[in-house]
């Protein structure tokens, strides 16, 4: 295994601790979700190896035969990219939670695959869009009460909490708004203590844990810097 991979999370998981202690706050409330796309199952199993239990896939295809090949039931899969309503069958039969809801139409697909492939639960996060982008995805704040309204009414679906992807900063403390921002959100909308925030990537993820994070995204950080493959969906 290299060597670097056990470092890494080693050194990710310090920074967590570190994090989480500057606010106050139990390392143990924040999951890590290791971003493992682009990187082949070999590199997985890898990680397991060295400790990772919880794997972020951007792309359900790709996510697929990862799954397939080190077990559905052998590390809790995570959907964190666009979900694709021709791909949301598959994404309900191999991932455990989904972070990228970002319509109503998109819900009501999964909440009727559920009920077609006898899934009793999936949990589903809200992707907010707070700084209308378009060419990212995410529901803008002023429609997010009437998806939660939905998510809420839904059998099967649980909705757990709000994931954000801010805009890329050089200065990595500008994003700090936009995570302080999703936490307001998630307080008004949840009880207190309930509410996932899917919220910081390698260059920001400290930051979001000061920020009230109890899930953070962290892919190069873990596992090196990602060679860009340009595929056909992009
Ligand atoms: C790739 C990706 C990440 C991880 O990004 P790194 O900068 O490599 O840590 C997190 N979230 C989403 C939605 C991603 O697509």
Redesign the pocket.
């Known amino acids: 295994m290299p060597s670097d991979l056990r470092a890494n999370l080693e050194s990710v998981r310090a920074k967590i601790r570190d994090a989480a202690s500057r606010a106050g706050r139990s390392a143990d409330e924040i999951k890590l979700?290791a971003?493992s796309?682009t990187h082949p199952a070999s590199t997985i199993a890898d990680a397991i190896s060295a400790g990772a239990t919880v794997f972020?896939e951007?792309k359900v295809q790709e996510g697929e035969g990862k799954i397939i090949e080190i077990g559905r039931d052998n590390a809790e899969w995570h959907l964190?990219?666009h979900l694709q309503s021709n791909k949301a069958r598959r994404a309900v039969q191999l991932f455990d939670v989904i972070?990228?809801i970002d319509s109503i139409e998109l819900a009501t697909r999964l909440e009727r695959i559920c009920i077609e492939e006898d899934r009793p639960t999936l949990s589903v996060l809200a992707?907010v869009d707070l700084a209308g982008e378009k060419t990212k995805s995410g529901i803008p704040e002023s429609e997010l009460p009437e998806l939660a309204t939905y998510l809420r009414s839904c059998e099967r679906l649980k909705f757990d909490g709000l994931?954000i992807?801010p805009p890329y900063f050089e200065n990595a403390d500008d994003v700090r708004p936009f995570f302080r921002r999703l936490r307001a959100i998630r307080d008004e909308m949840f009880p207190e203590g309930q509410g996932e925030l899917?919220m910081?990537?390698?260059?920001d993820?400290e930051i979001a844990i000061e920020e009230g994070a109890t899930v953070v995204?962290?892919?190069?950080?873990?596992?090196g810097?990602?060679e860009f493959v340009k595929t056909k969906s992009e």
């Not at 910081?200 to 260059?203: A, I, L």
């Not at 995204?217 to 596992?223: C, D, E, L, Y």
């Open positions: 979700v971003v796309k972020g951007n964190i990219g972070h990228s992707q994931m992807l899917s910081g990537m390698s260059h993820f995204r962290v892919g190069t950080a873990i596992f810097e990602r």
